[in-house]
């Protein structure tokens, strides 16, 4: 059984930084792709940030470009999310997600984290 667990969330201010980790466990992230969505209040699941499945290349919601960096540690089998001069409008539940392919929808993901809470103070 795959487990993804995230971790790192919590208040931050307009301008601060936060670095979010999604741990596998079950399972190592090779050969999967791997990516970071979020969900605010009344809005639907976006895409942030992912990995291919050959981990090559990541991917950016046009939205969090050059603020946010997605990372890997293979020996810990943890991806990071990065985040940057955070805004207000980058509020929400983190989650971390896995799959055989790297998509900017939530279909087709196997494996998801139960997320974590980003709060932005204006």
């Known amino acids: 059984q795959v487990q993804l667990v995230e971790s790192g969330g919590g208040l931050v201010q307009a301008g601060g930084s936060l670095r979010l980790s999604c741990a596998a466990s079950?399972?190592?992230?090779?050969?999967?792709?791997v990516a970071w969505f979020r969900q605010a209040p009344g809005k639907e699941r976006e895409f942030v940030a992912g990995?291919?499945?050959?981990?090559?290349?990541?991917y950016y919601a046009d939205s969090v470009k050059g603020r946010f960096t997605i990372s890997r540690d293979y020996a810990k089998n943890t991806v990071y999310l990065q985040m940057n001069s955070l805004k207000p409008e980058d509020a929400a539940v983190y989650y971390c997600?896995?799959?055989?392919?790297?998509?900017?929808?939530?279909?087709?993901?196997?494996?998801w984290g139960s997320g974590t809470q980003v709060t932005v103070s204006s």
């Open positions: 997600a896995s799959g055989p392919q790297l998509s900017s929808g939530t279909v087709g993901y196997q494996f």
């Open positions: 990995f291919s499945r050959s981990g090559g290349s990541t």
């Open positions: 079950g399972r190592t992230f090779s050969n999967y792709a």
